[in-house]
């Protein structure tokens, strides 16, 4: 369906006390668009600091001298803000509930108090192997409460933690561990997910034969597996917390002083170690946390990503801890035991906000809304998108199904580099349209610029690539130890502009839909298209589970488009079924999308955190697999062998 179709869904009722209304949504962004430093300088005291800033913003996006300071003469702790300050006033309340993935198994409810207590130890722990303000800290676990322990610590003492998702390979991790030039690495001994364990330190201790040998390697005894122990290099973490003292005091740190280094899903390319300060980073996960999702004392929140993205650093750990919320973390996977366990956990601990990425509602969508119907979903106030555009489809279901229908939808557009939300709905400011992203965040300056030209696309509607005007507080500072890339990746581009690398169109409200990255555009016959589009069209048939659609050279329309579709189980592949889906995506978009080639794919090669890694597939329509590049954040590296042996294109 084309986007000026799409109607508007009404604000649901119940949120006439939300935080932000219609009239506030408005008076608000204009404040921070043509005063950030009014506004900024007003929202930066939502934080506890030990020496108040006099300057709030510093900033430059000229490519050569890009440079970013917010709150820059501001001293704080960011331990202190998500941690400390609570004490007084909500000791006894839980912070962290923990959800383990066996579902028999016993779940934790982590006080302030108690967190303060773990915290502190583990920071003891850290200062007693030498680590101090400005190391890296490499942390590489599991989904347990250690993981949000560790990154505490680490902002605690002022160390830079850079967390590597647990289901990261040996390599990749040793790759991470020497890029930041890490001191110490955490991690646990196994990992069960899913009901099966990961051998996270025997992984470790891989990664370790590659890095230098004064890395210390601290180890969360979590399932008890037996583990190699290397003498004099391996700390029992669990055991030396019991040994320090509960008392770590906090390092007072400058608000331009790095929190931690994430490094990206590499979809598109090498990983960058983006860099996040720890002032304007808490401050803008803070204020989006609270505004996104209209959070209020008293809620349990749940954000379903792994603290290994930015999704988990933000909404999870930095976010609602420093607004004295209560969050969720949960060890196991949607589809363990069985496609009802998201639903069982929002019973369970009567879950108010819920947070998930489009792949995961398909590929629930996918299993049956008999996994839905057990469960009481009552307490769900809102629920939250991030991570790709959501197609429609999924959207309706996740709307009629999870949150039926009460729940206001909130689909977030952001990226690692953002620090938090920049284009998002406010649940009681703006009507949703399924699909769309909606309006920005406070302080987000979006513009769109014609990607030849780069000229400013005024008025609506506009297409055309999406660029950042100014900064905001939650941006990222640089790459770690490459400045220039830094430049060249996000400045050089468009000049004087962030250039986020993603396609967008504005609809005549005003709207912002992201279409996906530029590269994913397709020029057919001269006519532009966001694969996207076609995508969500193939996925709108009633056989289709999933597809990822590339460009490939095409002799007489330039690009010709390229489909891989995955079918719903037990349906199977045929010559007919091509011909029907062709026509399907012609009556659904137009002739122009019609599919030149299908492959049917088992499978499709996607990162960790679920999204489809489209520059391998690009290269397997181009026929030109022998240079993949790098695949080592792969989830399933097999995939991609059964895709080039069926390739449909052969030169
Ligand atoms: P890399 O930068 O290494 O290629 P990545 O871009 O996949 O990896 P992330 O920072 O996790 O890493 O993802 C940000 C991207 O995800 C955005 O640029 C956008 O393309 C997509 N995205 C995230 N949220 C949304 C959303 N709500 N709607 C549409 N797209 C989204
Ligand atoms: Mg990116």
């Not at 601290?218 to 008890?224: D, E, F, I, N, S």
Request: glycine share 10%; aromatic share 10%; with cysteine.
């Amino acid at each position: 369906m084309a986007v000026e179709n799409i109607a508007k869904h009404p604000i649901p009722a119940g949120f006439e006390n939300a935080h932000a209304g219609p009239e506030d949504y408005r008076k608000l962004y204009d404040e921070s668009i043509s005063d950030p430093e009014g506004f900024w300088g007003r929202e930066g005291k939502r934080l506890d600091w030990i020496e108040p800033y006099s300057k709030v913003k510093n900033t430059d996006f000229t490519f050569g001298d890009v440079s970013i300071k917010w709150f820059e003469d501001g001293v704080l702790n960011a331990c202190v803000n998500c941690v400390d300050r609570h004490l007084e006033s909500r000791g006894d309340q839980t912070a962290i509930i923990f959800e383990p993935d066996d579902p028999e198994a016993e779940a934790q409810h982590i006080t302030y108090n108690q967190l303060s207590d773990r915290v502190n130890r583990f920071a003891n722990v850290l200062l007693s192997q030498g680590v101090m303000r400005g190391d890296r800290v490499v942390i590489y676990l599991p989904m347990i409460p250690e993981a949000a322990y560790a990154m505490l610590a680490c902002a605690r003492i002022g160390a830079i933690h850079s967390i590597v998702f647990a289901g990261f390979s040996p390599d990749a991790l040793a790759n991470r561990i020497n890029d930041s030039e890490a001191k110490a690495v955490i991690t646990a001994d196994t990992a069960p997910r899913g009901g099966r364990r990961t051998a996270l330190k025997s992984n470790a201790d891989a990664a370790l034969l590659h890095c230098s040998d004064k890395v210390r390697c601290l180890v969360v005894k979590h399932t008890g597996d037996q583990t190699t122990w290397v003498e004099g290099r391996d700390v029992d973490v669990k055991a030396m917390m019991e040994e320090v003292s509960p008392d770590c005091p906090p390092r007072p740190m400058n608000a331009e002083d790095p929190l931690f280094i994430l490094y990206t899903s590499g979809s598109t390319g090498r990983p960058k170690g983006v860099v996040h300060s720890t002032g304007g980073y808490l401050v803008y996960a803070a204020i989006s946390h609270q505004y996104t999702f209209d959070y209020h004392e008293g809620d349990v929140f749940w954000c379903t990503a792994d603290v290994g993205w930015v999704t988990g650093h933000s909404y999870i750990i930095y976010g609602p801890l420093a607004n004295g919320a209560t969050t969720l973390m949960f060890e196991g996977t949607p589809t363990y035991p069985d496609a009802g366990r998201f639903w069982a956990v929002c019973e369970k601990h009567k879950v108010n906000q819920f947070y998930t990425a489009p792949t995961a509602i398909r590929a629930l969508m996918g299993q049956g809304t008999e996994h839905v119907e057990k469960y009481d979903l009552s307490s769900l106030r809102l629920l939250g998108t991030v991570g790709e555009p959501i197609n429609p489809e999924a959207w309706n279901w996740y709307d009629k199904n999870i949150g039926k229908g009460n729940c206001p939808i909130v689909d977030t557009w952001w990226q690692t580099e953002t620090g938090g939300h920049m284009i998002t709905s406010l649940p009681g400011a703006v009507e949703t349209k399924p699909g769309s992203a909606t309006l920005p965040f406070f302080g987000v300056n979006p513009v769109i610029l014609d990607p030849e030209s780069a000229k400013v696309q005024e008025g609506d509607p506009a297409s055309g690539v999406l660029c950042i005007a100014d900064s905001w507080p939650g941006q990222m500072r640089t790459v770690w130890g490459d400045h220039q890339r830094f430049m060249e990746t996000y400045f050089q581009q468009y000049k004087g502009y962030y250039f986020t690398g993603d396609g967008c169109t504005r609809d005549e409200d005003g709207y912002y839909w992201i279409t996906g990255r530029v590269d994913d555009v397709i020029n057919v016959s001269g006519h532009r298209m966001g694969t996207a589009e076609v995508e969500s069209a193939l996925v709108a048939h009633a056989k289709v589970a999933e597809a990822a659609v590339v460009g490939y050279p095409h002799q007489v329309k330039g690009q010709g488009i390229y489909a891989y579709v995955t079918l719903m189980n037990g349906v199977e592949p045929s010559d007919e079924l091509r011909k029907e889906l062709e026509t399907w995506v012609r009556n659904e978009i137009g002739p122009i999308a019609k599919p030149d080639l299908i492959q049917w794919a088992p499978g499709l090669p996607k990162t960790r955190s679920g999204k489809i890694m489209r520059r391998i597939l690009r290269k397997i329509a181009e026929d030109d697999y022998g240079s993949l590049g790098d695949t080592s954040t792969l989830a399933e590296p097999e995939v991609v062998d059964d895709l080039i042996d069926n390739r449909m294109n052969r030169g």
